[in-house]
């Protein structure tokens, strides 16, 4: 369907922001200009927040904590989220929004990670980071006020490759038992060649040259690409990974993968729910301020998050 015209004036107003070329500067740098262009949205009112820190595989591993305005009597579900931003770019501030939005409505907390980026600490430092906060979570559960039977994952692009992977390391590692995943238009395959990546390679915000940006300075090797922690659909199976919502974006160079993904998990008998928002660019999910289809969106993986939580 065509652009939807408020995803079309969030284009319209990003380019007429100079972005440097990230190729001819330091990621850091390059992080840092990202950081100071945000636009800052109106905070919505939640129960509780509390920044702590948490032992990680390389030291001490910051976490933001998030209860609901309204709950539930007893101990909360909660849900682990993973930001995204191409491994490279993004932190707790970036996804604030998101993860209140989710914690009030589903109903559940949430523990935002900021796991460690790269190129500074290569794959699969974020993944390993993710995974040990999930199991982190699990094993403190009593102190949190959380139900450890009802843990999910979740994460936007960069993040939702995080929740996949975590998901199956988690199968894999006889770790926490996870109640559910969701992925937002997650990163699922280092690979540039499926229709969405050539329908959409520039003009859409997310364009597939900063797809290989970000791969090139996640993967310490080029083989890497064909681990299944690093590319999840490359997984022999997914037989056993938790149920999971997928959502995905029509205009997004990660449209493909993301469905591809979910067609994946059905055949191997994963429950999962996908649904494609037609007319929205990547990035949608975390524009509720500005584009009325991610308030949809928000509200469909709460309902999702909710579900898996009553089951």
């Known amino acids: 369907m065509p652009l ?59 976490v933001r904590v998030y209860t609901p305005r309204k709950r539930e009597p007893g101990a909360l579900p909660v849900l682990a989220f993973f930001h995204g931003g191409g491994f490279v770019i993004g932190d707790l501030d970036s996804h604030d929004g998101t993860c209140r939005a989710l914690a009030n409505a589903a109903r559940c907390a949430v523990v935002a990670v900021d796991y460690r980026l790269a190129p500074e600490a290569k794959f699969p430092a974020a993944a390993e980071d993710c995974y040990a906060a999930t199991c982190w979570i699990a094993e403190h559960a009593g102190a949190l006020g959380i139900d450890a039977s009802r843990i999910a994952v979740g994460g ?22 996870l109640t559910h995943q969701l992925l937002v238009y997650p990163v699922i395959d280092c690979a540039f060649e499926t229709a969405s990546y050539r329908e959409n390679a520039e003009g859409y915000f997310l364009t597939r040259e900063m797809m290989r940006w970000f791969w090139h300075h996640y993967l310490d090797k080029p083989e890497q690409a064909a681990d299944p922690y690093a590319s999840p659909i490359r997984a022999a199976t997914l037989s056993g990974v938790a149920p999971a919502t997928v959502i995905t974006a029509e205009y997004d160079p990660l449209r493909d993968e993301g469905e ?34 991610a308030k949809l969106a928000v509200a469909q993986a709460a309902r999702e998050l909710r579900v898996a939580f009553s089951s």
């Open 4 to 62: 939807d015209p408020q995803a079309k004036l969030v284009l319209d107003a990003l380019s007429a922001v100079t972005m440097p070329d990230p190729w001819t500067i330091d990621p850091g740098l390059f992080r840092a200009q990202v950081r100071e262009m945000r636009v800052a949205a109106p905070e919505e009112p939640i129960g509780s927040v509390e920044n702590r820190s948490i032992p990680g595989p390389a030291g001490s591993l910051p």
């Open 156 to 177: 936007d692009s960069a993040g939702g490759n995080l929740a996949a992977v975590t998901a199956l390391l988690a199968r894999d590692r006889r770790g926490p038992r």
């Open 260 to 293: 591809a993904y979910a067609s994946r998990l059905l055949e191997e008998g994963v429950p999962t729910t996908v649904t494609r928002y037609d007319g929205v660019i990547h990035g949608f999910f975390g524009m509720g301020n500005v584009i009325e289809k």
